[in-house]
């Protein structure tokens, strides 16, 4: 009977981790099915769908200047490495695709909708990385330090924007244009790709929090309206100082003149 007893007992063992393995299994995969982070595949699908409409999008307008992989050529520079930013800066501003070849790109209307503009740049981020864009809620520039977002203008962006933000000329055809109508987005993605002749300010020099204060005083700058009532255009306070002055001691002068020419001796 013991033989007997040992194999009955050996078979409810085989029977028995069987069913703890079934049992794991099940349970691997009612686990799996609630924690996997969902929609995964579905995200990774929707990336390489903008990428493969971004190419699309990039080999009819842009690779003519730019190349073909986007390597350059002697009428664009290469786009390989300069990140997302870089596109959504360039073509939210209209200054991409560029007309004609200048001495510097002009702001225009952009003529990409956001949708193929956010396409563009998943391409061109496919690439080789690069400074991605900036996601700035209301809330965080609702937040800003506005005064110390204007030390940081007045230190690193009114030699060129001028103190307003109306622009300036620069050297040789060039000029830093009017900030006026730019969004707090594309501030600091001027900020992170520095086009053109505008330096780069990485985010070590100027970090998040700091550029986000930045764009405040921006806006704040170019989109408040006067408290003194007429701004004279915004030209800063030398013009302004020079209109008071004409105006003003001008317009004194000739009462005085006046009252003398009046008074009989
Ligand atoms: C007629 C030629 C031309 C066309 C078309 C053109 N570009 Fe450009 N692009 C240029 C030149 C020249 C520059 C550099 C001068 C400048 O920044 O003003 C430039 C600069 C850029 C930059 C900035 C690169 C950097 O280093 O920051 C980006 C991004 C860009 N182009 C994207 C595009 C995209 C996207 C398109 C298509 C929608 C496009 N361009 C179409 C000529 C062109
Ligand atoms: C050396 C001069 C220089 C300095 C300093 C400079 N910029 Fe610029 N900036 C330029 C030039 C030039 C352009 C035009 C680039 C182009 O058209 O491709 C420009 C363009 C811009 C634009 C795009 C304007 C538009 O059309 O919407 C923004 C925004 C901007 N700068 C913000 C800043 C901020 C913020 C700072 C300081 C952190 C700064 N710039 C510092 C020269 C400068």
């Given at each position: 009977r013991a033989p007997r007893g040992r194999a009955a007992s050996a078979r409810r063992r085989r029977r028995s981790s069987a069913?703890?393995?079934?049992?794991?299994?099940?349970?691997?995969g009612v686990l799996w099915s609630v924690l996997a982070p969902g929609g995964n595949a579905a995200q990774t699908?929707?990336?390489?769908?903008?990428?493969?409409?971004?190419?699309?999008?990039?080999?009819?307008?842009?690779?003519?200047?730019?190349?073909?992989?986007?390597?350059?050529?002697?009428?664009?520079?290469?786009?390989?490495?300069?990140?997302?930013?870089?596109?959504?800066?360039?073509?939210?501003?209209?200054?991409?695709?560029?007309?004609?070849?200048?001495?510097?790109?002009?702001?225009?209307?952009?003529?990409?909708?956001?949708?193929?503009?956010?396409q563009l740049?998943?391409?061109?981020?496919?690439?080789?990385?690069?400074?991605?864009?900036?996601?700035?809620?209301?809330?965080?520039?609702?937040?800003?330090d506005l005064s110390h977002g204007g030390e940081?203008?007045?230190?690193?962006?009114?030699?060129?924007?001028?103190a307003v933000a109306q622009g300036a000329p620069l050297t040789y055809g060039k000029f830093a244009p009017s900030l006026s109508?730019?969004?707090?987005?594309?501030?600091?993605?001027?900020?992170?790709?520095?086009?053109?002749?505008?330096?780069?300010?990485?985010?070590?020099?100027?970090?998040?929090?700091?550029?986000?204060?930045?764009a405040a005083y921006v806006e704040h700058l170019t989109k408040s309206k006067s408290p003194g009532g007429f701004s004279l255009g915004k030209y800063g306070p030398v013009p302004e100082g020079l209109l008071g002055l004409l105006v003003g001691v001008g317009g004194l002068l000739v009462v005085c003149l006046w009252i003398g020419a009046r008074q009989k001796v």
């Open positions: 069913l703890v393995l079934l049992l794991g299994l099940l349970s691997t699908a929707d990336a390489n769908e903008a990428v493969r409409q971004g190419r699309a999008l990039y080999a009819q307008g842009c690779s003519t200047c730019h190349g073909l992989g986007a390597q350059g050529s002697t009428t664009g520079p290469s786009l390989i490495g300069v990140g997302a930013a870089a596109v959504d800066f360039q073509v939210s501003t209209g200054r991409m695709p560029l007309a004609a070849p200048a001495a510097q790109a002009d702001r225009k209307p952009a003529l990409y909708s956001q949708t193929q503009i956010e740049a998943a391409y061109i981020d496919s690439l080789g990385g690069g400074p991605e864009v900036p996601k700035i809620t209301d809330a965080a520039l609702d937040d800003a940081l203008y007045r230190a690193n962006c009114a030699q060129c924007h001028q109508e730019s969004t707090p987005t594309q501030i600091v993605e001027a900020m992170r790709t520095g086009p053109e002749s505008m330096p780069v300010f990485g985010d070590r020099q100027i970090d998040e929090k700091d550029a986000v204060a930045v």
